[in-house]
């Protein structure tokens, strides 16, 4: 009797399971990001909070959402950088397009990841080379995060005595793991034995290796990066000072240095949508040993999150607009 071979089969992607399990994870991060709001406010006089808010003058919030997208026109330079260093070949306006997108769906999509997604997502259907897309995408995240930690590294120099010890271990245990995280995904992806895995991959892996080594090969275009992505925090920081001032907030801008990064960064843990709540709990806990009462941390942490919300409102519009330009509309 011969024996009956059962080939195993591979389960293809269903598409309507995915769309459920992604509807599944933005409605448990909003449910996330209303239960840390209603922590906060139920801790908070809601009095103070809302009138800190009210002292907002109408030109600051007027203005901050055209700041906050024109300071963004660094962050489109250094993405294209990286993407073109590893000859992705992508124009000005197409990385604009690309990049408001991913504003949009870091606002409206799970986590900061979520907009890295979009954006690349549209990347690689215009440019000519899909896989330096995917890898100047990842170096481009890379730098924004050691772009944070510098800025905080900064704070620490300006504030070497201001900070309690609990605070600056968490910062330089950070930057440690970040740093030891970066240099061992791109060693990774440089030096992983493509003769080991099946043929359709190994045919990705060598496209990638080959974006890899085409941006070694440009290390001043990484440093470049780098400096624009440290700019980039430094006015995003100045920019959030200067909301913090128009809330009440008086404490010197080097405070800001180490605050509002750290903060930034705690957006990137997946449990609430955008960062909504974690970021203005964090603010809080970080600006307190420079005096700053809760109430008014969490009102200038509001504040930035409206001008996110509405910058990435409005950086999608752009970007649709972009698109028609290009005579490329949107798909549904």
């Known amino acids: 009797m011969s024996a009956v071979a059962t080939p195993s089969v591979a389960r293809e992607a269903d598409p309507e399971v995915d769309r459920r399990r992604a509807r599944r994870r933005w409605f448990l991060r909003l449910a996330g990001s209303a239960v840390v709001l209603a922590l906060l406010f139920s801790f908070l006089p809601f009095e103070e909070l809302v009138a800190a808010l009210r002292r907002i003058p109408g030109p600051v919030w007027a203005l901050s959402v055209p700041l906050y997208l024109g300071l963004h026109l660094l962050g489109i330079t250094k993405w294209r950088l990286m993407v073109n260093a590893a000859d992705g070949g992508f124009a000005f306006r197409s990385a604009a397009r690309c990049y408001y997108y991913g504003l949009f769906g870091n606002t409206f999509l799970p986590s900061l990841v979520g907009g890295d997604v979009v954006r690349a997502g549209l990347a690689l259907r215009l440019a000519k080379n899909p896989s330096g897309v995917v890898i100047g995408s990842v170096v481009d995240r890379t730098l924004d995060v050691l772009g944070l930690a510098s800025v905080a590294g900064l704070g620490v120099l300006f504030l070497p005595t201001a900070l309690d010890p609990r605070n600056r271990q968490v910062f330089w245990v950070l930057l440690v793991l970040l740093a030891v995280g970066g240099a061992a995904a791109l060693a990774l992806a440089a030096w992983f034995p493509a003769r080991r895995v099946p043929w359709r991959i190994r045919r990705i ?35 959030n000072a200067w909301l913090g001032v128009a809330c009440g907030i008086e404490i010197p801008v080097t405070a800001w240095l180490f605050a509002w990064p750290m903060a930034k960064l705690s957006a990137l843990v997946p449990l609430t949508q955008g960062g909504l709540g974690v970021r203005e709990a964090a603010l809080a806990a970080l600006l307190s040993p420079f005096g700053v009462e809760p109430v008014l941390a969490v009102a200038a942490g509001l504040v930035f999150q409206g001008v996110i919300i509405s910058g990435g409102l409005v950086g999608g519009g752009i970007a649709f607009l972009l698109g028609v330009l290009e005579g490329t509309p949107e798909r549904a």
Do not use: E
């Open 205 to 239: 892996l060598v496209k990638v290796r080959r974006s890899v080594r085409a941006m070694a090969r440009r290390p001043a275009h990484v440093a470049l990066a780098l400096l624009l992505g440290i700019s980039l925090q430094l006015l995003l920081v100045f920019l």
